[in-house]
T-cell receptor, first 113, second 112 residues
Framework: ETGVTQSPTHLIKTRGQQVTLRCSSQ?????VSWYQQALGQGPQFIFQ???????GRGNFPPRFSGLQFPNYSSELNVNALELDDSALYLC????????????FGAGTRLSVL | QQQVKQSPQSLIVQKGGISIINCAYE??????FPWYQQFPGKGPALLIA?????SEKKEGRFTISFNKSAKQFSLHIMDSQPGDSATYFC???????????FGQGTELSVKP
């Protein structure tokens, strides 16, 4: 186990709705990254948070937003859900000393109908 | 330039055999190359990683070979076991940035 926990495990939403996914990072890790993994694909980087601020963003529209809290936990918010947002959303935590060494949670499976 | 190309897409190996998965990249700024193992319903688990100052790294049955001039790296799984059956992803990132660029994945099946 990586010590990274995500909730909920599964979620079903309808097109146009909004969703919030949550992540608790591994103890001692203060950097959180979010990834989207479509079925049969590799994870794609959404953004990273460090010191409660966005610290790097991938090719995702502004309706994907996030938060990081003082205890280093994090949220991913997606507004105006589209069918193509159906995917596994992964959270990964890392130490600021080496943000590349990332440990992933089990993910949240989001289905948009 | 940000892509990491992974092959093969799927691989079937007999128990005890060697599994080899290859990746290629274009961005010469990449300086960290991890491999992740993912089982169905689970998140990717860090398996082994290498930086470009060495050409090979071995951890147990897993070895990464790295060819900087060819911009290629590969994962070798020695004495493959049925429990190794999973999807394997290579990845790359640059300059401690923490943005991992993943390959498309290789579904490995080890037959008993």
């Amino acid at each position: 186990e990586t010590g990274v926990t995500q909730s909920p495990t599964h979620l079903i939403k309808t097109r146009g709705q909004q969703v919030t996914l949550r992540c608790s990072s591994q103890s001692g890790h203060n950097t959180v990254s979010w990834y989207q993994q479509a079925l049969g694909q590799g994870p794609q980087f959404i953004f990273q948070y460090y010191r409660e601020e966005e610290n790097g963003r991938g090719n995702f529209p502004p309706r994907f937003s996030g938060l990081q809290f003082p205890n280093y936990s994090s949220e991913l918010n997606v507004n105006a859900l589209e069918l193509d947002d159906s995917a596994l959303y992964l959270c990964a935590s890392s130490r600021v000393g080496d943000k590349n060494i990332q440990y992933f949670g089990a993910g949240t499976r989001l289905s948009v109908l | 330039q940000q892509q990491v190309k992974q092959s093969p897409q799927s691989l079937i190996v007999q128990k005890g055999g060697i599994s080899i998965i290859n990746c290629a990249y274009e961005n010469t700024a990449f300086d960290y190359f991890p491999w992740y193992q993912q089982f169905p319903g689970k998140g990717p688990a860090l398996l082994i990683a290498i930086r470009p100052d060495v050409s090979e790294k071995k951890e147990g049955r897993f070895t990464i070979s790295f060819n900087k001039s060819a911009k290629q790296f590969s994962l070798h799984i020695m004495d493959s076991q049925p429990g190794d059956s999973a999807t394997y992803f290579c990845a790359a990132s640059a300059q401690l940035g923490g943005k991992l660029i993943f390959g498309q994945g290789t579904e490995l099946s080890v037959k008993p």
